[in-house]
């Protein structure tokens, strides 16, 4: 060995030919064409032969140099660095290996790499706990990569390798999202820079080009006192539970068009037998010359148009198909809104109009037209039950809660209540209270905004004693939503 | 003879003016109810030959108060032709009313001035 050779003495030479072949790890000396020129006992014992041979054939029975080759790496820039990597023992049998990749300098010169001396030790000291190990790495459900400071993977899982294809030496970015560039907001970035765990959302795209979501965490991989070297990626797939989520959201919004549609055709029939009547009064005035009854019928079917009229209209504002539009709002701003819309109106007929709101909202993903649309229906819902309830010191609060699991918006009245009947109808049918003032789609309007936000309206109400209408959003149903619609956009 | 009686239980008041003037110009007698708990306590005062009843009403509904028409002695003879606007309601009622005397007859909204008399005609002459 060159450097050996060159300590002065054939006494030192012996001490570091003995200690070279004595140091309780594998220690071999490669050259830049990956042949190995020396290596001690115990690499002898651990990888068999390696007497002109090349250092791949050896440690991973390759027949051309590996992918990704910390060697290559240190002859080029001449920096030490740790390897973390899977070979082949004498026997055949996998086996896992952490190690340290040095440069030799040639004499004289700090910058020419003659040797790399690599110095490798299995990490278990039993095949079966090295085995048990790598099946628990590759069979766990989640997808596992190690990624180093230039984020290219240096390991992945079978989960992984399965979704994504074969990926080890490509650069995480690429591979799990089809960048040529890192993500923005990257948590292995965050990972490296603090040392500490790290977790986000993210949607990526699988070896068939299908979406791939899942949630992932980042954690440092560092040896005692070292900087870190490599960072642990664990992301759990959480495609199916989002299409589930999705597939809940689009049944509800099926049930709601089903109820509608039921709800329009019942209204129609009722519009139908009053023109039906007026016809038939019309018709027996004129036959018997009773201008009494003529007026009684033309009036029977002048109602009657404008009912429909009434009703295209309103359906027709109801019925816009669309998604609503997200953009993240301040959920407080919507409220005080709706309040300062309304404080006047309510105030002329003696009522109080509040905004309560509680523990500061975060921002959430809503349509702010749609909620004002929500908001301004039960708002007027309440004003008008206080002016049938007629009692003194009406109030109407519009408040919201943000329970960190869900966005809560409610609007409460002192005013005259429902009964149990009432409130049965209130959703379900085109049902009004308000005789010919009203055509009964109010409150279906807000609950089809609701169902499309992923949301749920409640009520809460006896007659004579108020009513309390709850709007609840979950708030991870609202980011699916967002997510999707920005997806969505990007395509189109 | 005395003229027949019919019981009309809608809460749409333009049907109920209607049927009003359909069935007296044709020779029946006529009383009224908004809602199934009115309806009900006309159809035990008044003692109609037939009742119209609408099975969705804003208060008490045509369904509840055909079940108390055959709870009660005195009404539960009386021939009912139910008029629905909406099919599921009437579904809904069916299933409920599974083992139990059926209405006279279903007549599904709208229906015309002619097939609503040839109905009663069929039914109480």
Known sequence: MDSAKSASGRGKDLIYRQLFQQMPFCIAVIDRDYNIVDANRDFSDQFGEWQGRKCYAVYKHLNQPCDRCPSVDVFSDGQARATDAVGVDRDGRSTHYVGHSIPIFAEGSAADVKYVLEMTRTVAGTGNWQQEYQILFDRVPCYITIIDRDYRIVRANEAFRENFGDVIGLYCYEVYKRRSSRCDNCPATKTFRDGKLHRASQTGTGKSGQDIHYVVSTSPLRRTGEEIAHVIEISTDVTATRKLEKQVIETERLAAVGQTVAGLAHSIKNILMGLEGGKYIVSLGIKKGDSEMINEGWEMLDRNFTKTTSLVRDFLSFSKGRLPELKMVRPADLVSEIVNLYRDIAAQSGITLKAEVVDSPREAPLDPDGIHTCLTNLVSNAIDACLIGDQKGSEVTVRVEDTGEKLIFEVSDNGSGMDYDIKQKIFTTFFTTKGSGGTGLGLLTTRKIVQEHGGKISVESRRGEGAHFRIAFPRQRLLSLYQTGKETAVEH | ?125
């Open chain 2, 1 to 125: 003879m005395a003229k027949k009686k019919i019981l009309i239980v809608d809460d749409e008041p333009d049907v109920v003016k209607w049927l009003t003037i359909l069935f007296e110009n044709n020779g029946y007698d006529t009383a009224s109810a908004f809602d199934g708990s009115e309806g009900f306590a006309k159809a035990c005062s008044d003692c109609p030959d037939l009742i119209t009843l609408d099975i969705s009403m804003e208060g008490e509904s045509g369904a509840k108060m055909y079940k108390k028409l055959l709870e009660n002695e005195t009404t539960a003879e009386i021939p009912v032709i139910m008029l629905t606007g909406a099919s599921p309601k009437l579904d809904e009622f069916l299933a409920r009313m599974r083992g139990s005397k059926r209405p006279a007859a279903f007549m599904e909204k709208p229906v015309t001035d002619s097939q609503l008399l040839d109905k009663v005609t069929e039914l109480i002459g």
